[in-house]
């Protein structure tokens, strides 16, 4: 299996690293050289220097081959474009974005596109803690 990451930052390294563990054949894309530095000495994956709208970079990443994409680069929009350009224009199913805000992450998900929102998982569970903590109190 062959996954693409776009966006080689804390999440998209972490998620990199895990899935190579796992046996997957991984490449990572990112914009800066520096960001390799995160993927760790023994990294034995791919890593593609550029921007992942850039159409000549995907290829040289493998977008052709890949069975899933991951996309976590550090803007919404970006990782928006991006996960609908891979799903439309390279046809591959398996699509994940992160999508900061909320609301965008909402809209796109009721559209079909796979969204992961770490503010609206970081609110649900900070509520859920304050209730349980409240609970205890009464």
Known sequence: MKLLVIGCGRV????????????WDVVAVDEKEEALTRLGAGWSGGFVIG???????????????????VVATNGDNTNLVIGQVVRKRYGIEHVVVRV??????????????????????????????VRVA???LA
């Open 51 to 69: 921007h992942g709208m850039d159409s000549e970079i995907l290829r040289r990443a493998g977008v052709d081959e890949a069975d899933a994409v």
């Open 100 to 129: 900061l805000d909320p609301a965008r992450a909402d809209f796109y998900a009721k559209r079909g596109m796979q969204t992961v929102s770490p503010t609206q998982t970081a609110i649900s569970e900070l509520a859920a803690r």
């Open 12 to 23: 998209g390294s972490a998620v990199a690293r895990e899935f190579q563990a796992e046996g």
């Open 134 to 136: 409240g609970k205890a």
